[in-house]
């Protein structure tokens, strides 16, 4: 599975649009693009996951390049509650391994 | 619907003991996963297993073995436990990989 750099943190207003981008330039033809996020300590939550189209769904959207190199996770209207750690990785249809990475601290602030 | 279930969810242990985690889902998927997160850090893949009776290494096996005991449940056992283990571990599985995966609240393992 491709490696992802993803930001180590960002900052946002509340009620405001988060735009968390995530590179994966080494993706290939056959590797969905998935984002999670892990508030506190708790087990990662899964948001949205993409091939090529953009996806959205009742948490977010999920923009990527037509290069597919890179992609950008979309929180329309942050809250607080939306203060976490956000993973970008990307997975593979083999059998394979995937890996978290380090994430985006994400902070919104009132 | 319990999603996935982790036991203990703390747990002490001396240098050198052995110890189980236990892992259950009750949404029939196919694959499990073992992760471990150290403060501050990422998940790292411990092991996994892609469909019943077969598991394989993730980035970081050494000191564990895993069980597939049925379809149901994944075991991660640490036969002579390390401060070095001192970790966060989730469980985690998916019905096939191009779908979400459901984690469990996760193992919070100190050894001393």
């Known amino acids: 599975d491709a490696k992802t750099t993803q930001p180590p943190s960002m900052d946002c207003a509340e009620g405001r649009a988060a735009n968390l981008p995530c590179n994966h330039s080494t993706i290939s033809g056959n590797e969905y693009v998935y984002w999670y996020r892990q508030i506190h300590s708790q087990g990662p939550q899964y948001i949205i996951h993409g091939l090529k189209n953009n996806e959205t769904n009742e948490m977010a959207s999920l923009i990527i390049t037509e290069d597919r190199k890179s992609s950008t996770l979309i929180l329309p209207h942050a809250t607080l509650r939306d203060t976490a750690v956000y993973y970008c990785?990307?997975?593979?249809?083999?059998?394979?391994?995937?890996?978290f990475g380090d994430g985006t601290t994400l902070t919104v602030k009132p | 619907n319990a999603g996935v279930t982790q036991t203990p969810k703390f747990q002490v242990l001396k240098t050198g003991q052995s110890m189980t985690l236990q892992c259950a889902q009750d949404m029939n998927h196919n694959s499990m996963y073992w992760y471990r997160q150290d403060p501050g850090m990422g998940l790292r893949l411990i092991y996994y297993s892609a469909s019943e009776g077969t598991t394989d290494k993730g980035e970081v096996p050494n000191g564990y073995n895993v069980s597939r005991l049925n379809k149901r449940e994944f075991s991660l056992r640490l036969e002579s436990a390390a401060p070095s283990q001192t970790s966060v571990y989730f469980c985690a599985s998916d019905l096939t990989r191009d779908t979400e995966a459901f984690f469990g609240q996760g193992t919070r393992l100190t050894v001393v």
């Open positions: 990785i990307v997975r593979s249809l083999n059998a394979g391994k995937s890996t």
